[in-house]
C-alpha cells in the first residue's frame, strides 16, 4: 500500500506462483452482461465521499484482513482462504449500502447464489465452495478441483438454463457430462427452488497467472492509445 493521496504509489503484489496452488479453481457465474446502472469508478467515488465504513474498513480492517489471505494462500488453506473471501465481498456490498445515495449491485440470483453456497458449506461443515461479488451481479465461485463437479451439479440443478442455450451453458474446461447424481438428503437440506434462466451462462477455468510486461513488439496501441493499423 502507498501513500499518494491519488494512489499512485499503489502496487499489487503477487502472492505466490500460478503454479502454487493447482487444486484451486473458479466458476464465474453470469447473471447479467447488461451495463450497470452506477459505474464502478463512480460508485466507489461516491463510497469515498459519503461512506463512514468505507473509511473504517480501510483504516482498521483491510489491513489484517490482507495479512490473513497471504498467510491463508501461503498454507493452502481453502478453510480459511473461503471465509475471508466471502466476508470480503459481504464487507464491500455493505459499504454500497453505506453509500449515499445506496448502490445494489447484487440482484435476486445474485442472493439466491449465495444462499446455496452458505447453504452447501454447512451440510458438509466445511467450506466447499467460497463465492464473491464485485461491482456487479455477477459471481466467482472458488473452489477446489475435487468438489467441481458437486458444485457444477448443484448450479446447473438451481439455475437450469432453458433448452435453446443449453449447449453453451457450461463453458470452459467442463461440460454437462462432467455433473454427477446429486443426493436427495443435500437438495432437501438446501431447500432452494430453482430459478430456471437465472443465469445466462457459467465458465470452468482455473486460476490465471495474472498481468504480464510485454515486449514492444507485442503491443497493440500506438503512442496515442490507438490500435496498430494491420497491413496485410
Request: hydrophobic residues 35%.
Amino acid at each position: 500500500m502507498g501513500e499518494a493521496s491519488d494512489g499512485c504509489d499503489s502496487h499489487a503484489v503477487q502472492v505466490e506462483k500460478q503454479s502454487h496452488w493447482p487444486e484451486l479453481e473458479t466458476l464465474l457465474l453470469v447473471v447479467s452482461d447488461h451495463q450497470k446502472d452506477t459505474s464502478s469508478t463512480s460508485g466507489m467515488q461516491t463510497s469515498v465521499e459519503t461512506s463512514q465504513l468505507l473509511k473504517y474498513r480501510a483504516q482498521h480492517l483491510v489491513p489484517a484482513l490482507i495479512c490473513k489471505m497471504e498467510k491463508a494462500i501461503t498454507e493452502r488453506n481453502f478453510h480459511t482462504f473461503a471465509k475471508l473471501t466471502m466476508q470480503d465481498s459481504n464487507q464491500f456490498h455493505a459499504v454500497c449500502q453505506d453509500t449515499y445515495p445506496p448502490i445494489f449491485y447484487l440482484n435476486d440470483t445474485s442472493k439466491q447464489i449465495i444462499q446455496l453456497v452458505t447453504r452447501l458449506n454447512a451440510f458438509f461443515v466445511e467450506p466447499k465452495a467460497a463465492y464473491t461479488f464485485d461491482a456487479g451481479p455477477n459471481a466467482v465461485l472458488f473452489l477446489q478441483k475435487e468438489d467441481v463437479p458437486l458444485v457444477l451439479s448443484l448450479v446447473c440443478h438451481f439455475f437450469p438454463p432453458p433448452p435453446a442455450t443449453r449447449d453453451s451453458f457450461i463453458r470452459g474446461r467442463s461440460t454437462w457430462t462432467s455433473t454427477v447424481p446429486l443426493q436427495k438428503a443435500l437438495l432437501d437440506t438446501l431447500h432452494l427452488a430453482p430459478h430456471q434462466s437465472g443465469l445466462q451462462f457459467l465458465i470452468h477455468t482455473t486460476v490465471g497467472s495474472g498481468p504480464k510486461l510485454l515486449s514492444d513488439e507485442h503491443r497493440l496501441l500506438n503512442d496515442e492509445g490507438q490500435p496498430f493499423k494491420v497491413t496485410s
